[in-house]
């Protein structure tokens, strides 16, 4: 038999209660660890597969070491916490819960702008008016980044690094716009902000990643692929 | 490879800028990034070496010496006309290859003569490569972003479409882009009824009116970011814009004055062509051109080498005029430099000090005159 497959999944909160469900439905159903104040155990009908609880974050930075074969996370957290993940990581599924997005939110009052080009204009004459760059506040520094620079090509702004609560942001006077995930977009509303039209920068829900690595013996890539094909919805 | 030890000693470069009259200075290679972040936008943030100090502050490994050298010049109060000279490594993040690289160059500071100073900033760098053993042929690229603006001043487009194109203007590509969206016409945004009947009404008043309300409600009255009035009236704006057609003519224009190259010498005629058959006041700029040319000649820069490209500058926002690159026939650069009124401002000066400098790639020198100075 060869080397235990090792998957890495969530340690707490709904999304560990989704992927055990989704496991237990695939025909992988995850022994209760032995002693609760453990992370590992293992799968009660696969004696080759291996399952690490981990935070969702670490799951993601994980894949990026390769130290573990199979990972499920938020896609978010893989594309934000992990550089180049397109060339890192493989999405082998969409696992259909954990459902958020992360967006580009302006004041609901900025009736001039609808779109990324709009809020590129009031960047770009921001400092004149203003005396200083248009601030967004988030925690997702890359996808803003891709997002503004190179998708969109702006690049007069500045990231203002924002923990929690990022959508008080404006009105505590910390930023001007933020980008930040929403799942109903009623936090958003609450605190008087919208969405832009093309400010959708990722439609991330769970998913199940692997590293990509050359030169997996044929029986673990086997073995890989069935576990992916039993978990896609 | 190390450039310092391709050239013969570190010594020759300090010698070749007192050569040119400028004086020695020396900036810290650990920077404080706000000002570079401030001044290239979040995108250099992933090109640059960042680090923090113990006290939270933002630092970061120079990536260039302008700024650091314009910083050092308004922390030392300096009011008159200076010409710093530097060398040192500044430091860039890249996927493959190194991350240092030796630069040594001039910022010629607080000249208010900017014809004479571009002028001698060009000639001082092609006599630093010279010096460094730069003996093949080079050619230099010259743009200016003044005459753009004047072209896009003439042409009377809405405030919008100003400042979309001076920022694009650098980028071929989102200039491009930036040209084919004005093309299309924009509907008037899609807004509630207690801030469309305003907007229609053209009620300037009644429109602010109905923006502080909303404002007030979201708790952004005094939030210190945009207020009332600048949202009315890029709202008014975009509301007039909706009901005038693009102006086919002028994007036209644009288009034919982005497509003008020549050799320097016939580069102000081939303007003052364009702007007489298009009907441009561009005499002001155009003059300025031909004043900085005319000094070239004065300060024995060899301007046959030289070619203007009308549609090359640097997309940011604080070069404002002359700007140029000394390439080898390949193309690769071995030294860029430009004017920067704008910056000194922008990273605290309390009032405008003009400034212009270049930069030599010691490493490309290096390779490209084989080590061999």
């Known amino acids: 038999m060869s080397a235990p497959i090792t998957i890495a999944i969530p340690s707490k909160g709904r999304l560990k209660e989704e992927t055990l469900k989704r496991m237990e439905a695939a025909g992988y159903p995850v022994e209760p660890p032995k002693d609760a104040r453990t992370y590992r155990t293992v799968v009660a009908n696969h004696p080759n597969v291996e399952v690490a609880f981990l935070s969702a974050s670490e799951i993601a930075r994980e894949l990026g070491n390769g130290s573990i074969d199979l990972g499920v996370t938020g896609e978010d957290l893989v594309r934000e916490g992990l550089p180049d993940s397109e060339n890192r990581v493989t999405r082998l599924a969409q696992l259909g819960f954990g459902h ?134 | 490879m190390n450039a310092l030890r391709s050239f013969s000693a570190r010594a020759d470069i300090e010698t070749i800028l007192s050569q040119l009259g400028a004086e020695r200075l020396d900036v810290p290679v650990l920077q404080p990034a706000d000002p570079f972040l401030d001044t290239a936008g979040e995108e250099l943030r992933r090109r640059i070496f960042l680090s923090e100090s113990e006290t939270g502050e933002t630092l970061c490994l120079r990536p260039e010496f302008t700024i650091p050298v314009c910083l050092q010049h308004i922390g030392a109060g300096e009011t008159g006309h200076r010409r710093y000279g530097y060398v040192g490594t500044v430091f860039r993040q890249r996927r493959a290859g190194g991350n240092e690289f030796l630069q040594a160059g001039i910022e010629d500071i607080g000249d208010a003569d900017s014809a004479r100073a571009d002028a001698r900033s060009l000639g001082d760098a092609l006599a630093f490569l010279k010096a460094l053993g730069v003996t093949g042929k080079t050619v230099t690229m010259l743009g200016d972003q003044a005459v753009f603006a004047a072209v896009v001043s003439g042409l009377g487009l809405p405030q919008s479409w100003t400042v979309r194109l001076s920022h694009a203007f650098g980028d071929r590509q989102t200039l491009e882009a930036a040209l084919d969206a004005l093309a299309r016409p924009v509907p008037a945004p899609d807004v509630p009824a207690d801030i469309r009947e305003p907007a229609e009404a053209r009620d300037r008043a009644a429109l602010v009116n109905a923006l502080s309300m909303r404002l007030r409600i979201a708790g952004l009255e005094n939030s210190g970011g945009r207020d009332a009035g600048e949202i009315a009236d890029r709202l008014l704006a975009r509301f007039d814009a909706a009901e005038i057609a693009p102006d086919e003519t002028a994007l036209a224009t644009l288009r034919a004055f982005l497509a003008i190259t020549a050799p320097l010498a016939a580069a102000a005629d081939a303007l003052k062509a364009f702007a007489t058959g298009n009907g441009l006041d561009m005499d002001a700029a155009i003059a300025g051109f031909a004043a900085r040319e005319n000094e070239m000649d004065k300060a024995g820069v060899d301007t046959s080498t030289v070619s203007y490209d009308a549609a090359f500058g640097r997309a940011l926002d604080y070069y404002t005029a002359l700007v140029y690159e000394i390439t080898t026939p390949d193309g690769l650069v071995l030294a860029g430099g430009g004017r920067y009124d704008r910056l000194l401002t922008m990273i605290g000066a309390k009032s405008a000090v003009p400034g212009v400098g270049f930069s030599v790639w010691l490493d490309r020198v290096a390779a490209f005159s084989g080590g061999a100075v």
């Open chain 1, 100 to 233: 958020a997005d992360v967006v580009v939110a302006v004041p609901e009052a900025w009736f001039d702008v609808a779109t990324m080009a709009d809020l590129g204009l009031v960047a770009a004459d921001f400092r004149h008016r203003h005396g200083r760059r248009l601030r967004i506040a988030t925690k997702y520094w890359r996808l803003t980044q891709t997002h503004f620079s190179q998708t969109h090509g702006i690049q007069l702004y500045r990231i203002i690094e924002s923990l929690g609560a990022t959508e008080g942001a404006p009105a505590a006077g910390q930023a001007d716009v933020i980008v930040d995930i929403t799942s109903t977009g009623s936090t958003l509303r609450a605190n008087f902000l919208k969405v832009l039209d093309d400010g959708v920068i990722l439609q991330s829900q769970a998913c199940l990643f692997a590293p990509k690595r050359d030169g997996a013996d044929a029986a673990r890539k086997q073995a890989i692929d069935a576990f992916a094909a039993a978990l896609t919805p």
